[in-house]
């Protein structure tokens, strides 16, 4: 029971600030159409930079849980779902919220997503110091193919091709190349001196979530829709119903748990694929669509079911369990700290603040959710054009702000633009992330392994002998060969 | 309206590996051999997403109405160009009403003095963000024209 050790950590001052802010601040932003949880949580990395590690994370567990919870006040009262993972929920979100029910949508969509919340938060405090015990077996060899798998995995599954994502993720691989060699000390690609410390994370994660979602916005402004009027809705009376709804909410969370764990599935499998069983197991198919409160309960306890046990790989193994995670990643990172048994040893007491944070974030959630889904409206109906100019100042000065060099602002928004064209042509941003972020990871075990495998058989053998080698480089192959199979499935 | 197809993007992989297959085969170091392992894998991808092409023969189009982005894009290169000479905050501020009058709905007067209200509240609360609490010191208005 370590975890209870450190929840008095949580409730100081400073930390719970953070955490009303960090809730607060991400049910506006995810709550704004376009503004996803990666996104949100990649544009306030660099505000977490100058926090102390236990702050930061906390800032970024309450943004990603809020952000997910948040999403679905668009999707109910706009349907525009405000991040993927809410896609099932507009499908009968929205015809309750036409026929005046919209703040009783609102109560099941945050009670159910606090109670997928909570039980997928048990899954990351009992599940992860197991998978961070085995990890202390793996050595360089082993920590290559985790690097790799964490790049397959979101590339084939982050992606609607899997050649696609595959290229992704090593463009994201070389450029973390770019610089100076970890080991040798060799400058390598460094055409301009705006690149000679290499490309910072923080840099090409807001560069290549937030610029191509801005320029997006203004290319395809969003249409104007309904605006419905909130009508009074009893909370009790809609905790009893929810409660209630047991199926629903069990179906939800358990399916949110498993893929969450699944790496690289993520928010919206989840909440489609909940949907899909509880429309099935229900006694009353015929209403999904028209405003059943199933559908709702299913899809969001399911996608935040999934934040917690999307984080057990990425916390043991820095395989991240979702593209936001992927983000996460990055966070840890900036304040010196690596995936794996050292955070549940050297950095315990900020793991465990963290995790035991996001168990009070999904109180907050719940209490700022159904008391901010008023105000959200008026937020939800910001105009693009001020949307996407704030997100460009944001992006800028939380850039300038982590090294104070405008060289990484230039990085940053090249590799936006870059990114907005990439996506055109059907690459995405998040292999690119993981590539730049476990590039060196990959990089530096490889050239250990390199070097211990050169006093022995080669590095090829050295690589693929050994059961966890060749555990991982199954795994890699089986979430290609499902990634081909989806795609497969798709064009049928 | 630029139309991006499969075309593109497959030219796109291969041209874009072939040249990181050069640059990392031209390092003679063995500080080069990561880069050469992930750059033959990028040319590997390449040529099987041409192989792919030639056996689905199917396009994918996407548009993109680049008209309607010039006004951002050559904001961002005046702020990239200019950005540490005529300082953040000033020139942030210009490209803010500018951006938000050239992509607002209605362009008549009312607009104008609502961006400017919206202006004159967002970028002060940046100022206190940025400057205030988290002590960022960035680029000031002067005018030493030497950019990077």
Known sequence: MEFLQYFSN??????????????????????????????????????????????????????????????????????IPGAPANIATVMDGYPMARSN????????????????????????????????????????????????????????????????????????LWLATIGYDSVLGVERFVFNPIFSGGINIIAALVGLFAIPQVLSMLENKHADTDQFKMEKKSLIESFLYNIKRIKALTIGSITGVIIGLIPGAGGQI????????????????????????????????????????????????????????????????????????????????????????????????????????????????????????????????????????FADVIVMLGLGIGMFFLGKLGFTASPIVLGLILGPIAETNFSQAKIIADTQNGIFSYLTSGYLNIIIIVLCLISIAYGISSEIRKKK | MIKFNNTISVIFGLVFSSILVFLSFSGNSEAYLFPKIISSSMLLLAILSLIYFFVEKKENLTELNIKKLYPYLISILIFVLLGQNFGFYFLLTVLFVINCFVYSKKRNLRTSIEILITTSIFVPLIYLLFTVMLKVQVPRFYLNFNIF
Not at chain 1, 18 to 26: F, R
Not at chain 1, 51 to 63: E, F, K, T, Y
Not at chain 1, 325 to 341: E, K, N, Q, R, Y
Request: aromatic share 10%; glycine share 12%.
């Open chain 1, 10 to 79: 949580v409730f100081t001052f400073g930390n719970l600030i953070i955490l009303i802010l960090g809730t607060i601040g991400g049910l506006l932003l995810g709550a704004a159409p376009g503004l996803s949880p990666t996104m949100a949580v990649a544009l306030l990395i660099p505000f977490t930079f100058k926090m102390s590690p236990d702050q930061g994370l906390i800032m970024l567990g309450a943004v990603y849980t809020a952000t997910v919870a948040g999403g679905a006040i668009s999707a109910i009262l706009l349907k």
């Open chain 1, 101 to 172: 029910r919209s703040k009783e949508a609102l109560h099941y969509c945050f009670i159910s997503s606090f109670v997928g919340g909570i039980i997928g938060i048990a899954v990351l405090i009992f599940f992860t110091p197991l998978l961070a015990d085995f990890a202390l077996n793996f050595g360089p060899s082993q920590m290559f193919w985790i690097a790799i798998f964490g790049v397959t995995v979101i590339a084939t599954l982050d992606s609607n091709s899997v050649i696609k994502g595959l290229f992704s993720g090593a463009i994201g």
């Open chain 1, 270 to 405: 989840a909440g489609l694929v909940s949907y899909d069983q509880i429309k099935k197991a229900s006694k009353n198919k015929e209403n999904f669509g028209k405003g059943e409160p199933d559908g709702i309960i299913a899809a969001e306890s399911a996608n935040n079911a999934m934040v917690g046990p999307s984080l057990v790989p990425l916390l043991t193994l820095g395989v991240p369990g979702s593209p936001t995670a992927a983000v996460l990643l990055g966070g840890l990172l900036i304040h010196g700290m690596f995936p794996g048994p050292n955070l549940f040893t050297i950095y315990a007491e900020t793991t465990w603040t963290f995790i035991d944070s996001l168990v009070v974030a999904q109180f907050m959630m719940l209490i700022f959710g159904i008391y901010i889904s008023g105000l959200a409206k008026y937020v939800i109906r910001t105009p693009v054009n001020y949307m996407a100019v704030a997100i460009t100042l944001l992006a800028v000065f939380g850039t300038y702000s982590v090294q104070h060099n």
